[in-house]
């Protein structure tokens, strides 16, 4: 599903995209002892994949993007304890009852719910979890899309709220837009505009060569095959 959204926007979504503050994988790793196996589904570059890693977890990073993979392998590329698959997350094909704890940073809206859904179930040990992570705007973030992938998904789940501000470049907030799925690409009718009128942006809304954004990280978490 949707699998071809970020091909030739890796690079930018590696550069751009925010990552996830300690005290977020403070509590994702809550849910794990020193022998849990992870499945990042929907792994992208590996932003959070990495910060797994880095912990001493052993991590499946499951990504259907070719473009991606390309990225996801270079983030991951110190960490032998990682394994890249090349799998849509409704068909992750790993094994039945393999995973303890399936993450989704930033990526559930993208799937087919009730199909993952299904792979869940298929997937996780009989206690195992799924905790799903969004970056929102703050005042938005019980209304927009991402969030209502979350009620579809889960029917009660508990909610954690972390503070992670963003200060960006001129450079890394461009690749940041440009990462976004409808993003006009080098070579499309109109990008020299496009380009331009994001510079104007950031001039505009920048404090001395840095743009600061608000984000609130949340982490949902609900037991496996619940929904």
Same mark, same amino acid.
């Given at each position: 599903?949707?699998? @071809?959204?970020?091909?030739?926007?890796?690079?930018?979504?590696?550069?751009? %995209?925010?990552?996830?503050?300690?005290?977020?994988?403070?509590?994702?790793?809550?849910?794990? $002892?020193?022998?849990?196996?992870?499945?990042? =589904?929907?792994?992208?570059?590996?932003?959070?994949?990495?910060?797994?890693?880095?912990?001493?977890?052993?991590?499946?990073?499951?990504?259907?993007?070719?473009?991606?993979?390309?990225?996801?392998?270079?983030?991951?590329?110190?960490?032998?304890?990682?394994?890249?698959?090349?799998?849509?997350?409704? &068909?992750?094909?790993?094994?039945?009852?393999?995973? @303890?704890?399936?993450?989704?940073?930033?990526?559930? +809206?993208?799937?087919?719910?009730? %199909? *993952?859904?299904? !792979?869940?179930?298929?997937?996780?040990?009989?206690?195992? =979890?799924?905790?799903?992570?969004?970056? +929102?705007?703050?005042? #938005?973030? !019980?209304?927009? *899309?991402?969030?209502?992938?979350?009620?579809? *998904?889960?029917? &009660?789940?508990?909610?954690?709220?972390?503070?992670?501000?963003?200060?960006?470049?001129?450079?890394?907030?461009?690749?940041? =837009?440009? $990462?976004?799925?409808?993003?006009?690409?080098?070579?499309?009718?109109?990008?020299?505009?496009?380009?331009?009128?994001?510079?104007?942006? *950031?001039? #505009?809304?920048?404090? @001395?060569?840095?743009?600061?954004?608000? #984000?609130?990280? #949340?982490?949902?978490? !609900?037991?496996?095959?619940?929904?």
């Amino acid at each position: 599903m949707n699998i @071809d959204n970020f091909t030739n926007r890796a690079e930018a979504y590696a550069k751009g %995209r925010p990552g996830y503050t300690n005290e977020t994988i403070d509590k994702i790793t809550e849910f794990a $002892s020193e022998d849990t196996v992870f499945a990042d =589904i929907g792994a992208g570059t590996g932003k959070l994949t990495k910060e797994l890693a880095k912990r001493g977890y052993t991590v499946y990073a499951v990504e259907p993007n070719e473009d991606m993979r390309v990225q996801l392998a270079i983030t991951l590329s110190a960490y032998t304890n990682t394994k890249i698959i090349g799998s849509a997350a409704e &068909n992750t094909t790993l094994p039945d009852k393999s995973i @303890d704890v399936i993450t989704v940073a930033h990526a559930l +809206h993208w799937f087919d719910i009730e %199909r *993952f859904k299904a !792979e869940c179930c298929r997937i996780l040990k009989p206690d195992g =979890i799924v905790i799903v992570i969004y970056n +929102h705007v703050p005042g #938005r973030e !019980e209304s927009d *899309f991402c969030r209502q992938a979350v009620d579809r *998904f889960f029917s &009660n789940p508990v909610i954690w709220t972390f503070n992670n501000p963003i200060s960006y470049t001129r450079d890394d907030w461009i690749a940041y =837009i440009q $990462s976004q799925d409808d993003s006009i690409l080098p070579g499309e009718q109109g990008y020299e505009e496009y380009i331009l009128s994001l510079n104007k942006a *950031f001039d #505009r809304d920048s404090i @001395d060569g840095v743009l600061c954004c608000d #984000r609130l990280t #949340r982490v949902y978490v !609900e037991e496996s095959c619940k929904y």
